[in-house]
């Protein structure tokens, strides 16, 4: 297993760091649940914006531990509910999402005015992606 490098990072980015729906899988007893998800990838984690009373985070509340899935690329991690999107601490990425996901994010869907819109940080701790025929295993904790 290798760390996030120069040459994962821009794999990374050129899949991810743009609109992307990818599958969130969490498990609620012993259940698997998953679900797809639009999201964005920045430095080692997934951003994405939801409900924070919704089934997906009562379950990351209970079990942090969730598994991701998108253009062939799989990895574990950690679900971390960083509140509501328009609190102060959470501008700098709020800004980004706003940008990344400007094509849908005021159709309607969603209420910036309810406390409980809120940014869900999926920090990924391993992963394996594809690429070119290739297969890396990448340990996103690994400084």
Same mark, same amino acid.
């Given at each position: 297993?290798?760390? @996030?490098? %120069?040459?994962?990072?821009?794999?990374?980015? %050129?899949?991810?760091?743009?609109?992307?729906?990818?599958?969130?899988?969490?498990?609620? *007893?012993?259940?698997?649940?998953?679900? *797809?998800?639009?999201?964005?990838? %920045?430095?080692?984690?997934?951003?994405?914006?939801?409900?924070?009373?919704?089934?997906?985070?009562?379950?990351?509340?209970?079990?942090?531990?969730?598994?991701?899935?998108?253009?062939?690329?799989?990895?574990?991690?950690?679900?971390?509910?960083?509140?509501?999107?328009?609190?102060?601490? *959470?501008?700098?990425?709020?800004?980004? @999402?706003? *940008?990344?996901?400007?094509?849908?994010?005021?159709?309607?869907?969603?209420?910036?005015?309810?406390?409980?819109?809120?940014?869900?940080?999926?920090? @990924?701790?391993?992963?394996?992606? @594809?690429?070119?025929?290739?297969?890396?295993?990448?340990?996103?904790?690994?400084?």
């Amino acid at each position: 297993m290798e760390k @996030l490098n %120069e040459k994962t990072k821009q794999i990374m980015n %050129e899949r991810f760091g743009k609109d992307s729906i990818i599958a969130l899988a969490t498990v609620e *007893n012993g259940v698997p649940y998953v679900r *797809n998800v639009d999201a964005y990838y %920045e430095n080692g984690a997934f951003y994405v914006i939801t409900y924070g009373i919704s089934a997906k985070m009562k379950q990351i509340k209970r079990n942090p531990v969730v598994a991701v899935a998108g253009e062939w690329f799989t990895a574990h991690g950690e679900g971390v509910n960083m509140g509501y999107f328009g609190k102060a601490e *959470n501008s700098e990425i709020a800004e980004k @999402l706003k *940008n990344v996901f400007a094509e849908w994010i005021d159709n309607g869907h969603n209420d910036f005015s309810d406390v409980n819109t809120c940014i869900l940080q999926i920090r @990924l701790t391993d992963g394996v992606i @594809l690429s070119h025929g290739t297969r890396i295993e990448i340990d996103f904790t690994a400084e």
